[in-house]
C-alpha cells in the first residue's frame, strides 16, 4: 500500500512537499514515481526514481523546480515543489515498480507501465 501525503492549498512561487510511504509491501528496490492528473485532463507523468542507475527523471514542465528523492529506511518517496505555479494544480499521485522491478525507460511517462498506486494528495495554487 502507497500512502501519499502533504498536499495542500498555496500561492504562486510557494514550496510544498509531498510523501508518499510505502507499508506492508518493500518498494526500496524498485523505481517510484510521481504523477498528476488536473481536472479534466489524462493523469501526466511528473518524475520518476530509477533504481538501477540511482538517477531522477523530470518532465520538462516541472525540471528545474521538482527535486524527486527516497529514504530506503523509511520506505518513503518525496516530491520537494518549488516555485509553484498555477498549472500545477492537480491530484498528485506516488507509483511503485515492486520490489526488485523496474520500468522499462521507453515507458517510465507511461501511467499503464507501473502496477502500484497510491491514492492521490491534492496541490492547489491559487493567487
Known amino acids: 500500500q502507497l500512502q501519499a501525503s502533504g498536499g495542500g492549498l498555496v500561492q504562486p512561487g510557494d514550496s510544498l512537499r509531498l510523501s508518499c510511504t510505502a507499508s506492508?509491501?518493500?518498494?526500496?528496490?524498485?523505481?517510484m514515481g510521481w504523477f498528476r492528473q488536473a481536472p479534466g485532463e489524462e493523469r501526466a507523468w511528473v518524475a520518476n526514481?530509477?533504481?538501477?542507475?540511482?538517477?531522477?527523471y523530470y518532465s520538462d514542465s516541472v525540471k528545474g523546480r521538482f527535486t524527486i528523492s527516497r529514504d530506503d529506511a523509511k520506505n518513503t518517496v518525496y516530491l520537494e515543489m518549488n516555485n509553484l505555479k498555477l498549472e500545477d494544480t492537480a491530484v498528485y499521485s506516488c507509483?511503485?515498480?515492486?520490489?526488485?522491478?523496474?520500468?522499462?525507460?521507453?515507458?517510465?511517462?507511461?501511467?499503464?507501465?507501473?502496477?502500484?498506486w497510491g491514492q492521490g494528495t491534492l496541490v492547489t495554487v491559487s493567487s
Open positions: 507509483a511503485a515498480s515492486g520490489e526488485g522491478r523496474q520500468i522499462i525507460l521507453s515507458q517510465m511517462s507511461n501511467p499503464r507501465a507501473w502496477p502500484f
Open positions: 506492508g509491501r518493500t518498494f526500496s528496490r524498485g523505481d
Open positions: 526514481f530509477r533504481r538501477n542507475n540511482g538517477r531522477a
